[in-house]
């Protein structure tokens, strides 16, 4: 696996009865990409426009553009980075196109490099409030409760350390 289980790109059970309930569609589309070396498909035309259907609305989407070493002349050569750029679905508003510009950088050990600019057109469009509405008190529940759990393991280990220090202070 490329990345780690952290920024995992499938949470989804195997068994599609288990699935959540879609709440959403995410439409993305390359307005244009400047500083880059244009791809084309094997059958010539480049593809430039996607979608994907949205279960969680705490979705982070990745873009990610590499420059395919096995293509240019002489082939075999190793994919370089060549930059990413990530969009959180749970800033997006429904049914409105966000247009924007993003660098693409790359972090070398000279320093910061430039890559590129990825022109890029995204909007999320609901397709069941009941299940976004479902979904965001899920977040917030979830996150009252990771709050709450903090707050307890803060007590608790400030308890123990003064139970230590009680311990180890011995009289003159």
Known sequence: MDESTHHSSDHRPSSKRL??????????GILSA??????????GKGSRDAFWEVFDICTVVTI????????????????SRTG???IRLSTLESDRVYTHSYLLLVLHPSGV????????A?????????????????ATRRLRDQTL???????RAGRLSRLRQQRSFSPP
């Open 19 to 28: 699935w959540k309930a879609t709440i959403g569609i995410l439409e993305l």
């Open 34 to 43: 400047n500083g880059l070396i244009p791809i084309k498909t094997r059958d």
């Open 64 to 79: 990610g553009a590499f420059d395919n070493g096995h293509v240019s002349p002489g082939g075999g050569g190793k994919d």
């Open 84 to 86: 990413k750029v990530r």
């Open 113 to 120: 490099k430039k890559m590129g600019e990825l022109h890029l």
């Open 122 to 138: 995204v909007r999320f469009t609901c397709s069941s409030w009941v299940n976004m509405l479902h979904m965001y008190l899920h």
């Open 149 to 155: 759990w903090r707050g307890r393991t803060c007590t």
